[in-house]
């Protein structure tokens, strides 16, 4: 099993532009995430997706956008970047509706610089 | 909202010593705490996790600590090693997601 994969791993856009953030799992898993890791703060939710249909926002999601497209895939859409978007951009799975009580998984990161 | 404060924010130990890191969290509701490991480069990974319901949880060479009461939760290290060298977060979570703390980054030295 190959867990929670993302694409792409780096990307550098020019501020306004768009790009989508990919993210699967092969677990499956009910709930996934997608937090946001910037230097001396911690991880930050930006958005989840409790179960396949629902989608919620987290701590952070302005400038953001998701998609739970099936079961297995979660995308995480900028649609005008931001240079205050450049981060380190993880994306989780877990078997259980919200985080309680179960394991998140995470994948490797996306590693985004917006010039 | 809820608020995990985690310290110290850097941690350097000799190799074969113990590391501690401790947390403190504000939600009187939380009843979950995972602690999660990143190396350098990598997605964090789970390496231990303790429920309201426990004060104490051992695993190999991880031992955590928490005190409901003053809402305190701590992470030992036993007899480190340079592959335990990475970034540590504990983290909380009452109802669907998970918040957590800034971060330790923990540097065994040989």
């Known amino acids: 099993n190959a867990g929670v994969t993302q694409t792409p791993k780096f990307q550098v856009l020019k501020t306004g532009q768009s790009m989508t953030l990919q993210c699967a799992q092969d677990?499956?898993?009910?709930?996934m995430y997608w937090y946001r890791q910037d230097p001396g703060m911690g991880l930050r939710l930006i958005y989840y997706?409790?179960?396949?249909?629902?989608?919620d926002k987290g701590e952070v999601p302005n400038g953001y956008n998701v998609s739970r497209l099936n079961k297995r895939e979660f995308s995480l859409r900028l649609e005008s970047a931001a240079p205050s978007q450049t981060s380190v951009y993880f994306c989780?799975?877990?078997?259980?509706?919200?985080?309680?009580?179960?394991?998140?998984?995470f994948g490797p990161g996306t590693r985004l610089t917006v010039l | 909202g809820e608020n995990v404060e985690q310290h110290p924010s850097t941690l350097s130990v000799q190799e074969g010593d113990s590391a501690v890191i401790k947390c403190t969290y504000s939600d009187s509701a939380s009843n979950y705490f995972p602690w999660y490991k990143q190396e350098l480069g990598k997605g964090p990974q789970l390496i231990i996790d303790?429920?309201?319901?426990?004060d104490k949880r051992q695993g190999q060479r991880v031992t955590v600590l928490l005190n409901k009461t003053v809402k305190h939760l701590s992470l030992q290290i036993a007899a480190t090693q340079p592959g335990d060298s990475a970034v540590y977060f504990c983290?909380?979570?009452?109802?669907?997601?998970?918040?957590f703390g800034k971060g330790t980054m923990l540097l065994v030295s040989p």
């Open positions: 983290a909380e979570s009452g109802y669907s997601t998970l918040t």
């Open positions: 989780a799975s877990s078997e259980l509706a919200g985080g309680g009580y179960n394991e998140q998984f």
């Open positions: 997706s409790a179960s396949e249909g629902t989608t």
């Open positions: 677990m499956n898993h009910n709930s």
């Open positions: 303790i429920r309201s319901n426990m």
